[in-house]
């Protein structure tokens, strides 16, 4: 089991920055990736980032140059930089592990609000 702690997120001005940590606990040599996802009301939940334990990342076309995923695997965390924030990147971002073996996530952490807004 891998449980998920997140925090950050919260109100910004469009073309603000946030940034969201997720911390890991539990059995982290499991792991292979961590990333971050999103979901907007009435939307489905979409990849944001991700990165493996080797530090490869992966980035949505809609957040690339603009978001930074970033990992200190002495303290189990991953980072998420977001940058020139935009109204369309409002979402609940959620923290995510893919463990060996699959990459699809198989833990979630609880959620944190991201709003853009004047």
């Known amino acids: 089991q891998v449980q998920l702690v997140e925090s950050g997120g919260g109100l910004v001005q469009p073309g603000g920055s946030l940034r969201l940590s997720c911390e890991a606990s539990g059995s982290i040599s499991s792991i292979y990736a961590m990333g971050w996802y999103r979901q907007a009301p009435g939307k489905q939940r979409e990849l944001v980032a991700s990165?493996?334990?080797?530090?490869?990342?992966d980035y949505a076309d809609s957040v690339k140059g603009r978001f930074t995923i970033s990992r200190d695997s002495a303290r189990n965390t991953v980072a998420l930089q977001m940058n020139s924030l935009k109204p369309e990147d409002t979402a609940v971002y959620y923290c995510?592990?893919?463990?060996?073996?699959?990459?699809?996530?198989?833990?979630w952490g609880q959620g944190t609000q991201v709003t853009v807004s004047s």
């Open positions: 995510s592990v893919a463990t060996w073996g699959n990459p699809q996530p198989r833990y």
């Open positions: 990165i493996t334990r080797f530090g490869s990342t």
